[in-house]
């Protein structure tokens, strides 16, 4: 046998099944998910699909690196990454301009001001009640955290020990999953964002979303006052002790 011929054997993963690959296996799996897959279910899927119970994580994670090795060296649009503790197929950050024209109008609402405010104070303090995320924001938040809440991007975590036993907040995998993140290790410090926002070159940046969200931001705050206003004329015994 070659070196050649021994190079490309090493570089091909064992058989997942048939004339399948574990390359083959891995990418359809990734393809069709609807959310990410962690290798361990991979392993699981493999081995009830073939029953080939000696898989392991490890040669898993080595056939995603094989299958980004093959989409760069063809050039190809598709990449995997590992967000929100499994692997997605996205398409290649170079290419997001294409990929936002074609869904320009269709997009989700985008998180306001108000809302990316409350959002960042409950994933670097979680788990946070609203009365902390109040005393942070220096503004009511319960319209920001019922949204958020919403939008599946927080979710309730239990009761603080507190007087009067407020709900407590966290981040959700789909969050993770929308900012690019593995796990809450991965958000960028405090200094890190404080040196982002001392570059020069964000401020333009920083102008041109704050022109964009103003219109957005007037209608939101103008929403939460709404809000808070029937919620204040609320009769006491309506309300309910989940919006603390």
Known sequence: ?????????????PAAGGDHSLEEAAEAIIF???EPVSSDRIVEIVAEVTGQSDLTVEEVESAVERLNEAYRSANRALEIHEWGGGYRMTTRSTLSPFVQTLFVGEQETSLSRSLMEALA??????????PEVDFIRG???DYAIRKLLEMDLVDVEGRADSLGRPLLYGTTNLFLEQ???DSLEDLPTLREVEELLDDPSFDEERAKLLKLDQEEDL??????????EAESEAPPESASSDTN
């Open 1 to 13: 046998m070659s070196v050649e011929d021994t190079s490309k054997e090493e570089k091909e993963s």
């Open 32 to 34: 069709a998910a609807d």
């Open 121 to 130: 104070v409950i994933a670097y303090r979680q788990p946070v009640t609203r």
């Open 139 to 141: 503004v009511n938040s």
């Open 179 to 181: 900012f690019g993140l």
């Open 219 to 228: 209608n939101v705050d103008l929403l939460e006052e709404d809000a808070e």
